[in-house]
């Protein structure tokens, strides 16, 4: 049996930091179900938002601190911030503490690997050709100062009938360091 582990436990303290920030010895258990219920509920809500990465933050005095990562936080806010406030009421309702909502917005859209998948996985929704999306994503990153890019495909890649891997790679990408 194979010994893999996995790659964010694996950097986590290294190079990237936990996505919850909290400790509780006895709510543990609905505090773990509560962030997992706002994370599914922001990715459905916010999915033309290109959301990164949610960070939750708990205080001892019953405070929720929701830190949303988007490529286009205007979609989020919208006009006069009116959608901060109707996001803060739907996350309310999900957790028993208040809930304080703070939209950061991710400025090298292109570098980010979630929402470079996520490009890559709505052009392939829109069937565009598998090799296109990927060598175009390579090529934005690399233009928006990427030192290197490894993008990687799977399935039945152009309806075939077995599925494969393809993959590109250009300039700089060490898998034996975590700093790289």
């Not at 582990?5 to 694996?10: A, V």
């Not at 505090?31 to 949610?54: G, N």
């Not at 957790?95 to 090298?108: A, C, L, M, P, Q």
Request: hydrophobic share 40%; charged share 30%.
């Amino acid at each position: 049996m194979g010994q893999k582990i996995h790659p964010i436990g694996f950097r986590v303290g290294v190079t990237t930091g936990w996505d919850s920030k909290w400790y509780a010895e006895r709510n543990y258990r609905q505090f773990l179900q509560e962030d997992i219920a706002i994370r599914k509920h922001l990715k459905k809500k916010l999915a033309s938002a290109d959301v990164s990465k949610v960070v939750i933050e708990r205080t001892a005095a019953n405070k929720t601190k929701v830190f949303v990562h988007a490529g286009k936080p205007g979609i989020i806010l919208g006009k006069r911030a009116t959608g901060l406030d109707a996001l803060r009421s739907d996350l309310q309702k999900l957790t028993t503490t208040d809930v304080y909502v703070n939209i950061i917005e991710v400025r090298k859209v292109e570098v980010d690997s979630q929402l470079v998948a996520n490009n890559i996985a709505a052009q392939l929704v829109k069937r565009v050709s598998f090799r296109r999306a990927m060598k175009k994503a390579l090529t934005q990153a690399r233009r928006a100062g990427a030192k290197g890019v490894k993008v990687m495909c799977a399935g039945r890649l152009g309806g075939a009938e077995m599925s494969r891997t393809e993959w590109y790679l250009e300039g700089r990408v060490p898998l034996h360091t975590l700093r790289a």
